[in-house]
């Protein structure tokens, strides 16, 4: 695989969860090129073990493992598997996300005059899907990291990178709930930077802007492949004015989890996005 650059990371274990999609199955790619045991978590079982063959086929290690990261129960079962396949986590990325239905008003726009038997508003949301969202983002970053972080402590060049977004520095419209849980990632770093801080443990975390990946594909662009009108207002936000490729959030990955390059960067949340969050749209 082709790196920005490389660190060694031979000896290391690496945990990725949300490993069998676009993004974390490019981390795992990278971090195994730079010598890593990459040890891949993902709900979707065919996804994560697919990503992992393909890896172990480039001469690389990885491993694929079924995990719900909302049942503590499972990630525990799956701790052990990794401790006898790989030994002691060194790294723990969380990437498992997402949003739902459930949690999406239809109107980016309150405007109650203009209401139909189809229209979800604010008012509408389906608490059970709130919490849904919530929790997986929010707790499926924590639970993993209580169940991997315990054996990272005073381990040389330990390090946990969360997954955020750049909704938590600037809120979409449609999805308040993926929204406020991508802000709580954000404050869960900080206050872990802190906590963990005499430890040893660095806690950073990247903020992704729009990529296209298996998740949004179908809002971005239509059945003929072209953008659809969110899309054109998205690139409209971002100053770079397109959509980032994943290969583009590997330098800060590497970066971040660097024992070299970053031993003294923690509670950082990094944008990659473009500029979308720095623009104020005038």
């Given amino acids: 695989m082709d790196l920005p650059f490389s660190i060694d990371l031979s000896g290391r274990t690496v945990v990725i969860t949300g490993a069998g ?4 199955g490019e981390f795992s790619r990278a971090l195994a090129a730079c010598g890593a045991r990459v040890a891949m978590l993902d709900l ?3 996804a994560v073990q697919r990503a992992a063959a393909d890896i172990n086929r480039q001469g690389y290690c990885a491993k694929a493992y079924q995990a719900d990261v909302l049942d503590r129960a499972v990630l525990e079962r799956v701790h052990q598997q990794v401790l006898a396949d790989f030994g002691p986590c060194d790294i723990l990325i969380n990437g498992a996300g997402g949003n739902h239905p459930r949690a999406t008003t239809t109107q980016e ?44 402590a005073n381990r040389e060049g330990a390090c946990i990178l969360n997954i955020s977004s750049m909704n938590a520095f600037r809120p979409l419209t449609k999805i308040p709930a993926y ?21 040893g443990i660095r806690v ?14 179908d809002l971005l662009f239509d059945q003929e492949g072209q953008p659809t009108a969110r899309a054109a207002k998205i690139i409209r936000g971002t ?25 003294f960067i923690t509670g950082v949340v990094l944008p990659i996005d473009g500029g979308f969050s720095a623009y104020s749209g005038v």
């Fill in 44 to 46: 979707n079982e065919e």
């Fill in 21 to 24: 999609g676009v993004l974390c």
């Fill in 109 to 152: 726009i309150y405007e109650p005059d203009q209401i139909d038997q189809d229209t979800v508003t604010f008012f509408d949301l389906d608490p059970a899907g709130i919490s849904f969202v919530f929790d997986l983002n929010f707790l499926g970053t924590l639970l993993p990291i209580q169940v991997f972080a315990s054996e990272m």
């Fill in 204 to 217: 950073n975390a990247m903020a992704p802007g729009f990529f296209v990946t298996q998740q949004n594909r």
């Fill in 179 to 199: 929204s406020a849980a991508k802000a709580a990632v954000s404050n869960l770093t900080q206050w872990l930077s802190v906590h963990f801080a005499a430890t």
């Fill in 239 to 263: 100053p770079m004015g397109r959509f980032g490729d994943e290969k583009e959030l590997i330098g800060s990955l590497l970066f971040l989890v660097s024992p070299q390059a970053a031993s």
